[in-house]
Nanobody
Framework: QVQLVESGGGLVQTGGSLSLSCAAS????????MAWFRQAPGKEREFVAF????????YYAESVEGRFTMSRDNAKNMVVLKMNSLKPEDTAVYYC?????????????????WGQGTQVTVSS
């Protein structure tokens, strides 16, 4: 049973930083693409960032480009999302997701496994 567990969410002021982690267990993730999504109240889940297994292909939503950085530690089956210059509009529940494929897109339907989410709140 594949499990993804996020951690690191919390409350931060505008302009602050947070680092989210996602620990994967219960399976092998060689070659799997992994991503971060977020969902604000009353809104659909939206793509934040993606990284393929080797990290050579990493891309971001336009809204977070230049402020967020996604990285992977494949030896530990872990991915990290470092978030800088946070804005109130970044407030959401953030989810880690894994795909059975090496390369996946920005559609939540492309992903097979999901974490339970971690709340990020940015105060103005």
């Amino acid at each position: 049973q594949v499990q993804l567990v996020e951690s690191g969410g919390g409350l931060v002021q505008t302009g602050g930083s947070l680092s989210l982690s996602c620990a994967a267990s219960g399976g092998t993730f060689n070659g799997n693409g992994m991503a971060w999504f977020r969902q604000a109240p009353g809104k659909e889940r939206e793509f934040v960032a993606f990284s393929n297994y080797g990290g050579a292909m990493t891309y971001y939503a336009e809204s977070v480009e230049g402020r967020f950085t996604m990285s992977r530690d494949n030896a530990k089956n872990m991915v990290v999302l470092k978030m800088n210059s946070l804005k109130p509009e970044d407030t959401a529940v953030y989810y880690c997701a894994a795909s059975r494929l090496q390369y996946s897109g920005d559609d939540p339907k492309d992903y097979d496994y999901w974490g339970q989410g971690t709340q990020v709140t940015v105060s103005s």
